[in-house]
T-cell receptor
Framework: EAGVAQSPRYKIIEKRQSVAFWCNPI?????LYWYQQILGQGPKLLIQ????????DSQLPKDRFSAERLKGVDSTLKIQPAKLEDSAVYLC????????????FGPGTRLTVT | AQSVTQLGSHVSVSEGALVLLRCNYS??????LFWYVQYPNQGLQLLLK??????LVKGINGFEAEFKKSETSFHLTKPSAHMSDAAEYFC????????????FGTGTRLQVTL
């Protein structure tokens, strides 16, 4: 069974530029999560989707971050414009559903903002 | 609100020695508890989880953890460390009322020396 796929693996941009990350969850997983992991910290949930609807986006900085999950499968996370403090690893995870607690993580995208 | 505290950001043990990584949680409702491992440049992999039932939980790679409600703890142990155990370990908590939203600790980096 294929795991959670993410691309790109690494991205370097200048502040005020925009960037997008892509995630393909495990087949059949209805719930998809985006986490931000700043160096030296644990992952922090940014947004959670159930199929193509948003369950929780309370910690998503909506003035610059956006995410979508069209057709309830793949998802894209966008940052526009980027700030230096957005430098982090962005992890995507998926699970069978909101009541199934085992989450499977992708390898992450390491973003460096200069 | 839920929270996790991991005591010790760095732990160093000799190969063959006991591994003990500490995790304390705070939750107003019965918690579900997890330990994840993260190898360099990789995503998080589930080691073990406690939901209900037996309080001593066995996971992959010889790790186990015990849920102690009276101490609000979920410490991770392994009787004999191996070089391949060197990684970052994260404790996380969720509950039935949070739609599987995981709250992570700040992580403990385990170093294994010869």
């Amino acid at each position: 069974e294929a795991g959670v796929a993410q691309s790109p693996r690494y991205k370097i941009i200048e502040k005020r530029q925009s960037v997008a990350f892509w995630c393909n969850p495990i087949s059949g997983h209805a719930t998809l999560y985006w986490y931000q992991q700043i160096l030296g910290q644990g992952p922090k949930l940014l947004i959670q989707f159930q199929n193509n609807g948003v369950v929780d986006d309370s910690q998503l900085p909506k003035d610059r971050f956006s995410a979508e999950r069209l057709k309830g499968v793949d998802s894209t996370l966008k940052i526009q414009p980027a700030k230096l403090e957005d430098s982090a690893v962005y992890l995507c995870a998926s699970s069978l559903g909101v009541k199934v607690y085992e989450q499977y993580f992708g390898p992450g995208t390491r973003l460096t903002v200069t | 609100a839920q929270s996790v505290t991991q005591l010790g950001s760095h732990v160093s043990v000799s190969e063959g020695a006991l591994v003990l990584l500490r995790c304390n949680y705070s939750s107003s409702v019965p918690p579900y508890l997890f330990w994840y491992v993260q190898y360099p440049n990789q995503g998080l992999q589930l080691l073990l989880k406690y939901t209900t039932g037996a309080t001593l939980v066995k996971g992959i790679n010889g790790f186990e953890a015990e849920f102690k409600k009276s101490e609000t703890s979920f410490h991770l142990t392994k009787p004999s460390a191996h070089m391949s155990d060197a990684a970052e370990y994260f404790c996380a908590v969720t509950s039935t009322g949070t739609a599987s939203k995981l709250t992570f600790g700040t992580g403990t980096r385990l170093q294994v020396t010869l």
